[in-house]
């Protein structure tokens, strides 16, 4: 089924690699010649984060006190790829307006697309278009095409969004060295461990059939997993093997050791105890994860932090290779 999308020292830090990175192959093109920068790919800066669905009950966090500050983040960030979770239609409605250069696949989780929340994935048009052909939803339960169908007694109804993003050309030629990528964001059930757990295995049995027609291409899975890293459902997708993933935040081996580490914080903003928002990635090398704490006034923008990782973008004859 087809669909419709506070700067801190993380968000700085990101942006600084990035830059050094594309400076550093600009210097090489200039001494070396053009041509000679083929093998030095752009960086892909995506992040990950539950904004927290409009609840009136959260009092001084809800909704209408964060809305702007939520939707600045995501727009100074300047991340290409973004995957969100827990957002209702009304809160897609002004990140829509306040990020118009990004585009945006998403639905409602429920079988009424009107209510309920979405996890959408959002892109920079300047970087990146849909792959039309390849952007569907998928519900995890045993009905996986059914929308709102559920199973393994999860509490709450749980989907997929997946979507084929192809490089958009640039003028200088920047773009063209980029592959295609596959982008997936998915919410996990925050009580069934058997929904957390048979919903991985429905996850990776998709990715699987589905990135089998572009053999090779990076995939990059962003989300909350209701479940930390050494968990057996994040297990199910990060082990050894061809199709197996790398978790992003635990593959830098050197950070401060009073980096933030926990993504929920339940709205105290020194917490973050338990690191369940997750990037993981294959076909790709990890360039940079930090879990960014932004705040306003008021507090933390969400009971979650998001996450924010740098990516080396593959070559695209080397990606479409069979590996």
């Known amino acids: 089924m087809r669909g419709l999308f506070c700067h801190n020292d993380g968000d700085h830090r990101s942006l600084v690699v990035d830059h050094v990175i594309h400076l550093i192959a600009f210097l090489l093109n200039v001494v070396l010649g053009p041509g000679s920068i083929a093998d030095v790919p752009p ?27 939520v939707v600045a ?10 995957a969100l979770q827990e957002v209702l239609p009304h809160q ?17 989780r429920e079988r009424d697309e009107s209510k309920g929340e979405a996890v959408p994935i959002l892109w920079r048009r300047d970087r990146w278009r849909l792959d039309e052909a390849n952007a569907t939803h998928f519900w995890l339960s ?9 199973s393994w007694s999860t509490a709450c109804t749980r989907m997929v969004t997946v979507v084929r993003l192809l ?65 057996p459902p994040v297990a199910v997708l990060c082990h050894a093997g061809r199709d197996g993933f790398v978790e992003a935040w635990a593959s830098i081996g050197t950070r401060s050791p009073d980096a933030p580490r926990g993504t929920w914080n339940g709205w105290d903003a020194n917490a973050g105890s338990r690191r369940i928002d997750l990037v993981l990635v294959r076909g790709l090398a990890v360039e940079a994860a930090d879990v960014l704490r932004p705040t306003n006034a008021a507090g933390p923008l969400s009971d979650h932090w998001p996450v924010r990782v740098v990516l080396s973008g593959a070559d695209p ?4 290779g069979d590996r």
């Open 167 to 231: 490089p958009v050309e640039a003028a200088d030629d920047s773009a063209s060295v980029r592959a295609p990528i596959w982008v997936a964001n998915v919410h996990l059930d925050h009580r069934s461990a058997d929904a957390r757990l048979e919903g991985v295995r429905l996850l990776r049995a998709r990715l699987a059939e589905m990135t089998a027609t572009h053999p090779g291409e990076p995939v990059v899975v962003m989300g909350d997993f209701n479940a930390t890293p050494e968990s």
């Open 92 to 108: 897609l409605a002004s990140i829509r307006a306040g990020l118009p250069g990004y585009g945006i696949f998403a639905r409602s």
């Open 317 to 320: 004859v080397e990606s479409l």
């Open 43 to 69: 960086t892909i800066v995506v992040e990950t984060w539950n904004i927290r669905y409009d609840n009136p009950a959260d009092g001084p966090y809800a909704w209408p006190n964060r809305r702007e500050d």
């Open 142 to 150: 045993e009905t996986p095409e059914v929308p709102g169908s559920r």
């Open 73 to 82: 983040h995501l727009r100074n960030g300047e991340a290409e790829i973004l």
